[in-house]
């Protein structure tokens, strides 16, 4: 998520869909609970559908860092190992720290095997699947650099959207014509599943300049693409999870949204090159503990309400929204405070040992 060489508008971009994923797992609930018929159900769900923009946003940030800072981490076995260091063993412990959260809370019986299948599917939680695909993503660094420089976008992302629709729609269809009988649960952590957004990245961050060039060129028809496809995938989501019409073609709509929202967004955040406030440095440097931890935040507050004996969705949904953003965001911050005194406290304690030698 966020990177050490930080550029305002990627930084601002890193903190908006850091705050659409926790607005989705703050609706969730009440989007499973609602009565799908009333105007309550829509007025949660169509916001949190459109929200969704923010992982496959994510893909698409990733791929474009990957290439626009290449010549920083050119050595191959630093750079993973640096992704391993900010990206693998964060998720391993945030995976360690549910798994303790939901044992000692008698969800289930302490298991290690049971943690580790859970470390390496990614599903404990049900964010947590985004790790996978990128630990997946970082794995074949390789073979993305040289496609994004190598070939045109023109060739390249027409193909790779063909792939992201066969992989997020047909993958298990796809298996069980090749091996008859085999079931996959698990196609929405498979790297092809959002493949055009990653590798749509890869090539902006490789003609970075070109790239926003490209956006303004063509900012009327990318308003106009991204307004209409919002509508139409509010909608069609609507009548289709509210069981009111059958919408087959429900995540094509979907997906062709999510396209024309990532580029909107960029569009606009593009054009403030002003520098983040102190604060909004904090929460972008922070993004990927927010990202891991804000879930937690929610089952817990979940918890508690259960307790308390609050039933009401309403009051539910706005409880979540008082407690987990405040929470989720104030926790992280508060984490990098104390990280960096700490920090400085063994920095100032080294020099002193240095300076008495």
């Given at each position: 998520m966020a990177n050490a060489a930080r550029?305002?508008?990627?930084?601002?971009?890193?903190?908006?869909?850091?705050?659409?994923?926790?607005?989705?797992?703050?609706?969730?609930?009440?989007?499973?609970?609602?009565?799908?018929?009333?105007?309550?159900?829509?007025?949660?769900f169509i916001p949190q559908r459109l929200a969704f923009v923010s992982v496959p946003a994510f893909f698409f940030l990733s791929g474009l860092k990957l290439t626009l800072f290449s010549a920083r981490h050119s050595k191959l076995k630093k750079?993973?190992?640096?992704?391993?260091?900010?990206?693998?063993?964060?998720?391993?412990?945030?995976?360690?720290v549910y798994y303790l959260y939901f044992w000692t809370h008698h969800y289930f019986p302490f298991s290690l095997p049971d943690f580790g299948g859970y470390l390496v599917r990614g599903d404990l939680s049900s964010h947590f699947y985004f790790v996978v695909t990128l630990v997946q993503f970082t794995v074949l660094t390789p073979l993305f650099l040289w496609l994004a420089r190598r070939f045109d976008p023109v060739v390249l992302l027409p193909f790779a959207l063909g792939l992201t629709w066969l992989s997020s729609l047909y993958l298990q269809a796809i298996l069980a014509t090749a091996?008859?009988?085999?079931?996959?649960?698990?196609?929405?952590r498979v790297f092809l599943s959002y493949l055009v957004y990653y590798l749509a990245g890869c090539c902006a961050g490789q003609a970075y300049p070109k790239f926003l060039e490209?956006?303004?060129?063509?900012?009327?028809?990318i308003v106009t693409l991204a307004v209409l496809f919002a509508l139409w995938d509010g909608v069609a989501s609507w009548l289709g999870f509210s069981e009111r019409r059958a919408v087959p073609y429900m995540e094509l709509v979907h997906t062709l949204y999510i396209l024309s929202a990532i580029l909107l967004l960029f569009l606009v955040v593009s054009r403030d090159r002003s520098p983040?406030?102190?604060?909004?440095?904090?929460?972008?440097?922070?993004?990927?503990?927010?990202?891991?931890?804000?879930?937690?935040?929610?089952?817990i507050v979940n918890d508690q309400m259960a307790q308390l004996g609050i039933a009401s969705q309403g009051v539910q949904l706005a409880l979540r929204i008082l407690v987990v953003y405040p929470v989720s965001l104030g926790g992280v911050l508060l984490w990098q405070l104390l990280a960096g005194k700490v920090r400085g406290h063994f920095a100032s304690d080294g020099r002193r040992m240095r300076t008495h030698r």
């Amino acid at each position: 998520m966020a990177n050490a060489a930080r550029r305002p508008e990627l930084s601002r971009l890193n903190i908006l869909f850091c705050l659409m994923v926790i607005w989705i797992h703050i609706a969730s609930q009440a989007v499973s609970n609602l009565d799908s018929t009333g105007w309550q159900f829509a007025l949660v769900f169509i916001p949190q559908r459109l929200a969704f923009v923010s992982v496959p946003a994510f893909f698409f940030l990733s791929g474009l860092k990957l290439t626009l800072f290449s010549a920083r981490h050119s050595k191959l076995k630093k750079y993973w190992l640096g992704r391993i260091r900010t990206i693998l063993l964060p998720y391993i412990l945030a995976v360690a720290v549910y798994y303790l959260y939901f044992w000692t809370h008698h969800y289930f019986p302490f298991s290690l095997p049971d943690f580790g299948g859970y470390l390496v599917r990614g599903d404990l939680s049900s964010h947590f699947y985004f790790v996978v695909t990128l630990v997946q993503f970082t794995v074949l660094t390789p073979l993305f650099l040289w496609l994004a420089r190598r070939f045109d976008p023109v060739v390249l992302l027409p193909f790779a959207l063909g792939l992201t629709w066969l992989s997020s729609l047909y993958l298990q269809a796809i298996l069980a014509t090749a091996i008859p009988g085999l079931t996959f649960a698990y196609g929405d952590r498979v790297f092809l599943s959002y493949l055009v957004y990653y590798l749509a990245g890869c090539c902006a961050g490789q003609a970075y300049p070109k790239f926003l060039e490209l956006l303004e060129d063509n900012a009327p028809l990318i308003v106009t693409l991204a307004v209409l496809f919002a509508l139409w995938d509010g909608v069609a989501s609507w009548l289709g999870f509210s069981e009111r019409r059958a919408v087959p073609y429900m995540e094509l709509v979907h997906t062709l949204y999510i396209l024309s929202a990532i580029l909107l967004l960029f569009l606009v955040v593009s054009r403030d090159r002003s520098p983040l406030s102190r604060l909004g440095a904090a929460v972008d440097r922070g993004s990927y503990l927010i990202y891991l931890y804000h879930c937690l935040v929610v089952v817990i507050v979940n918890d508690q309400m259960a307790q308390l004996g609050i039933a009401s969705q309403g009051v539910q949904l706005a409880l979540r929204i008082l407690v987990v953003y405040p929470v989720s965001l104030g926790g992280v911050l508060l984490w990098q405070l104390l990280a960096g005194k700490v920090r400085g406290h063994f920095a100032s304690d080294g020099r002193r040992m240095r300076t008495h030698r």
